[in-house]
Every structure is written in structure tokens, then in C-alpha cells.
């Protein structure tokens, strides 16, 4: 699948689902199926705004990770990630 998302920033991803590309982050669903982020080196100097909030998310995302999913099917199993996390970033 392709995204419409900053390469020239981000480089090239093995991207299955674009979540969020903002400035600072870019969220995505990889080609494995699994969450995967990165962060620019001035998100990463100046941290969050609000580390409750941030932490919150990394820990959401753990169990977003360990959640039993597997008798989905693949189209199932993007839609709940993809909901998950869209729910976890708003």
C-alpha cells in the first residue's frame, strides 16, 4: 500500500497504514502489521509537552501490541489497530 507522507523527512518506511505525519512524529501501521513510530531529533531534544500524556500513549500502544488478535482476519486486525490507535492519539 501506499502513503502519501514525508519521505524527504521520514525517509523511506515499510508502511502498510499512515496514522498521523506531523513535524514532530510520524505514526504508521507497518508491513508486518505491527505500530511503529519515529520522532525528529527536536521532538526527541525537547520531549513532550506533557510526558503524563506521553506515557499514557507508549503504554496504550504495549497493549495495543499484546492483545489477542490473531483469529482475525488481516483486514480486521488493520481496522482495529488502525482504530486503536487513531483513538489513543486524539
Known amino acids: ?3 502519501d507522507y ?5 525517509g523511506e518506511l515499510n508502511l502498510k497504514y499512515l496514522i ?13 502489521g505491527d505500530p511503529d513510530w519515529i520522532t525528529s531529533s527536536d521532538y526527541d531534544k525537547k520531549g513532550p509537552a ?3 500524556k506521553h506515557h499514557d500513549i507508549l503504554n496504550m500502544v504495549a ?3 499484546c492483545k489477542p488478535i490473531a ?4 483486514n480486521d486486525r488493520l481496522n482495529f489497530k488502525r482504530w486503536c490507535l487513531l483513538g ?3
Open 1 to 3: 500500500m501506499t502513503a
Open 6 to 10: 514525508n519521505k524527504e523527512r521520514w
Open 20 to 32: 498521523l505525519d506531523s513535524d514532530d512524529y510520524i505514526v504508521f501501521i507497518d508491513d508486518e
Open 50 to 52: 506533557t510526558p503524563e
Open 63 to 65: 497493549l495495543l501490541e
Open 71 to 74: 483469529h482475525l482476519s488481516e
Open 88 to 90: 489513543v492519539l486524539t
